[in-house]
T-cell receptor, first 114, second 110 residues
Framework: SAVISQKPSRDICQRGTSLTIQCQVD?????MFWYRQQPGQSLTLIAT?????????ESGFVIDKFPISRPNLTFSTLTVSNMSPEDSSIYLC???????????FGPGTRLLVL | QKEVEQDPGPLSVPEGAIVSLNCTYS??????FMWYRQYSRKGPELLMY????GNKEDGRFTAQVDKSSKYISLFIRDSQPSDSATYLC??????????FGQGTELSVKP
């Protein structure tokens, strides 16, 4: 199984600022995914990031708010821009596994926006 | 209407009880069905995986998929305090995109 790490593990930020979350995988993977898990809610896919191409965003998420980089096959970043308290959430990255359609998840980044 | 509906719980049971967790879905294109377990302050981990309909057993865990009713279940036998976690159902029609249920918080009391 893939080992995924995320930085930071948690942060408290002021509204109007931006935070970049890093996701590192211990093996090369084609697809990486970014999710948001709001308090009491399920995981919602923000975007899919493939190395060498623009990220594909889900309905309700836009690149200006959540820019994503994917510089190589083991690393990705998600930036939460111009944050508001509504952005307080857990942000998770994941990668596909050898079992079709399943994913391994990172530990998450817990973000609180004041 | 959400694509995937999951009984929200929370659910509290005594140690040794049989636990039943359920999800319903509306998209008939879903072919891949999963259960993830998420401990507090951790990321979800894959617990069970089923392709199409049928049952799958792994130790104390049994996953069932009934595509005709658009209904999936996870059964936990002889539940243990270490099973206390949030259980998330997830589904996919292919292409790598997972749709998750809301999650059921389970507490197993010693």
């Amino acid at each position: 199984s893939a080992v995924i790490s995320q930085k930071p593990s948690r942060d408290i930020c002021q509204r109007g600022t931006s935070l970049t979350i890093q996701c590192q995988v211990d093996s090369q993977v084609t697809m990486m995914f970014w999710y948001r898990q709001q308090p009491g809610q399920s995981l919602t896919l923000i975007a899919t990031a493939n190395q060498g191409s623009e990220a594909t965003y889900e309905s309700g998420f836009v690149i200006d708010k959540f820019p994503i980089s994917r510089p190589n096959l083991t690393f990705s970043t998600l930036t939460v821009s111009n944050m508001s308290p509504e952005d307080s959430s857990i942000y998770l990255c994941s990668v596909g596994s050898s079992i079709q359609e399943t994913q391994y998840f990172g530990p998450g980044t817990r973000l609180l926006v004041l | 209407q959400k694509e995937v509906e999951q009984d929200p719980g929370p659910l509290s049971v005594p140690e040794g009880a049989i636990v039943s967790l359920n999800c319903t879905y509306s998209n008939s294109a879903f072919q891949y069905f999963m259960w993830y377990r998420q401990y507090s302050r951790k990321g979800p981990e894959l617990l069970m995986y089923t392709y199409s309909s049928g049952n799958k057993e792994d130790g104390r865990f049994t996953a069932q998929v009934d595509k005709s009713s658009k209904y999936i279940s996870l059964f936990i036998r002889d539940s243990q305090p270490s099973d206390s976690a949030t259980y998330l159902c997830a589904m996919s029609g292919g292409g790598g995109k997972l749709i998750f249920g809301q999650g059921t918080e389970l507490s197993v009391k010693p």
